[in-house]
Structure formats: C-alpha cells, structure tokens
C-alpha cells in the first residue's frame, strides 16, 4: 500500500499511528503541493507519486475546489486512479457530493454511493465506491 501527501503534520501522525501496528506494506510518500493553482497538477510529483497498478486506490485530500470550478485535483487524481486500477478493483472517492463530474467521467462497471452523516460537517455527506 502506498499513501501520497502533501501535508507533513498529518504524514506524521499517520506514520505514528502504522509504527504502532508494525506493518510491512505501507509506503508513505510526502509530496508537497500548492492546490491554489492547478495549472501544472498533472506533471507534479504528488500525482505522480502514484505510478503502479493497485487494486484500491482512495482519493481523498486537499482540493480548495469551489462548485462551478471547470477543474479540481481530485477530478484529475481521479482519472490518474483510473489509469492505474487493476481489474477488479475499486477506486474509493471520499465526499464525492462535491464532485459530480466524476460519476460522468468513470468507467467502472459498478458503482457504490453511500450516504451518512458526515463527522466533520452537518447533513449528509457520500462516499462513492467505483468498482473495475
């Protein structure tokens, strides 16, 4: 398993937390990225850090998206995921309400949506599972 993230603080408390377990099949890369302006994401090392097949693949971070924006970085790790999963496969996109354009742009053969309440926000929130 390998994680992809641009914050240090919360890098560390998930390293913390997998030293604790001892797991031999983590990888955690730190790849620091601006996400106001997304005009070179595509040729970043945090995409990119994501560069072999894998059967789960979780997008699930920063985005600074606003509805109506034509672009947002998880749009575009989303298309990268889906270059990468393996059939079979799920792609897991976390507060996927905010991003109808990737239900359009999917190529899953099924595709999950579960909606509860979310911990860090009032009134429900979905996660979306897309199964390959």
Not at 41 to 68: C, E, T
Request: with cysteine; charged share 25%.
């Amino acid at each position: 398993m390998k994680s992809v993230e641009d914050d240090e603080g919360w890098l560390q408390n998930t390293q913390d937390a997998l030293d604790a377990m001892n797991p031999t099949n983590v990888t955690l890369c730190f790849e620091p990225y601006d996400f106001s302006n997304l005009k070179d994401f595509q040729k970043s090392s945090y995409l990119n850090g994501l560069d072999q097949p894998h059967d789960l693949i979780v997008v699930d971070g920063q985005d600074n998206y606003h509805f109506g924006q034509s672009l947002s970085a998880r749009t575009i790790c989303f298309r990268h995921a889906q270059t990468l999963i393996e059939l079979g496969g799920a792609i897991e996109v976390d507060d996927s309400w905010r991003y109808p354009e990737i239900r359009k742009i999917s190529a899953c053969k099924n595709l999950a949506v579960h909606e509860s309440a979310g911990p860090g926000r009032r009134g429900v929130t979905s996660t979306d599972i897309h199964h390959y």
